[in-house]
């Protein structure tokens, strides 16, 4: 009997599947990594081979079954030089541990991260979306203040997927327009946030109020995106009121573009954040600081973003862009050129070069120079 339960059983999800649509795509890259420190003379050298894998069944049109799952090994000087490495890469914040050390040495880790486990069903004017998923509530490009489930630094560059939280997310579409969400949120520490979210368009911009709070904040934030005489212009502010007799926190930014006939596109930002230092010795910095996030988007009271994208062929992209502390004068500069080898095969040499005096926001990393190669599928 349980045989014939077990036959029956795979037989109907054998046509389940042949009866759906199934998509699968992803990448395989190899990124070389060579970091040149202020305070050494000698280089260290390190690799990175990866690869990301996404599936996506649809077994109606109102339901949709995601998964994301990133497989990396890591290994070279760099690995060597922080003893704990591994446990720094493996580290989970999701209320389901989804990322597994595989193996690792003194001088290597392998290690696979689940970032997308999710459940999204639909039904007229109505979703909900249930599992490790991108809530994402940001505006912005680089600094954004209203995403306060998935903070993510622009100098992660090659991760463009974006790591995803363990959330339960629920939207109701007024019109193509307007839309409200409620979303839940639990972290490693079964910590929670929630926060309801409003979209809605007026005078041709899109606007959004964001009202929730954790476990230590009560959260209200808003944003928009629009134009001005075909520039684009968005700005996006929140607003942490401590729950814990805390100094409240009051984070924004703002943020234009412009692509002129000739392609070339230009991008401004400006920061502002009310805990931030306006003194010249910082001391830390966001690059290796594991607590980013919507409340820390930097540890400098004002900070500006400029950058610039110009196609030189059309197999040949380059980049340039900069991020700089007024107050103690310290800067990043981020050049890359990007080539389409072919369809699918990509080559990017990029730089994250960090000036400054000891102490300040960017001065005391030296310089990262990256050679990727990655393969589309």
């Known amino acids: 009997m349980k045989k014939l339960i077990i036959i029956f059983y795979l037989i109907s999800i054998s046509q389940i599947l042949s009866q759906s649509q199934i998509e699968l795509n992803g990448y395989l890259q190899n990124m070389q990594t060579v970091w040149a420190p202020k305070q050494f003379d000698n280089w260290i050298f390190s690799n990175s081979i990866s690869n990301r894998i996404n599936f996506h069944y649809y077994p109606s049109s109102n339901i949709t079954f995601n998964l994301g799952l990133r497989n990396i090994y890591d290994y070279g000087q760099l690995v060597q030089m922080f003893p704990d490495y591994d446990k720094l890469v493996t580290a989970d914040n999701g209320l389901v541990n989804l990322t597994k050390k595989i193996s690792s040495n003194t001088s290597s880790v392998l290690y696979s991260n689940i970032d997308r486990l999710n459940l999204f069903f639909s039904f007229e004017n109505f979703e909900i979306q249930i599992g490790r998923q991108r809530v994402n509530l940001g505006i912005n490009y680089v600094w954004t203040p209203n995403d306060i489930f998935n903070s993510f630094s622009f100098l992660n560059f090659d991760y463009l997927e974006k790591s995803g939280s363990d959330a339960v997310r629920f939207q109701y579409h007024f019109d193509y327009a307007s839309s409200l969400q409620l979303i839940a949120k639990a972290d490693e520490n079964k910590n929670m946030t929630f926060a309801g979210v409003i979209k809605f368009n007026k005078w041709n911009y899109d606007f959004q109020s964001i009202a929730g709070f954790s476990d230590e904040d009560y959260i209200f934030g808003g944003g928009w995106t629009g134009d001005i ?18 100094d409240d926190i009051f984070v924004a930014s703002i943020g234009g573009n412009y692509t002129f006939s000739n392609s070339l596109f230009l991008m ?15 001391q830390t910095s966001n690059l290796f600081d594991l607590e980013y996030s919507a409340k820390l988007l930097s540890p400098a009271k004002y900070s500006f973003f400029f950058s610039g994208q110009y196609p030189i062929t059309p197999l040949l992209n380059s980049s340039l862009a900069t991020i700089i502390n007024p107050i103690d004068g310290s800067f990043f500069i981020n050049p890359s050129l990007d080539f389409s080898l072919n369809e699918d095969v990509y080559l990017l040499i990029s730089g994250q070069v960090f000036i400054g005096d000891d102490l300040t926001e960017w001065g005391e990393y030296g310089k990262f120079y990256y050679l990727r190669l990655k393969w589309n599928f």
């Open 268 to 282: 401004a930002e400006f920061l502002y954040n009310s805990i931030g230092s306006d003194k010249k010795n910082i």
């Open 229 to 246: 005489l075909g520039a684009g212009f968005s700005g996006e502010a929140t607003y942490f009121n401590s729950r814990e007799n805390i």
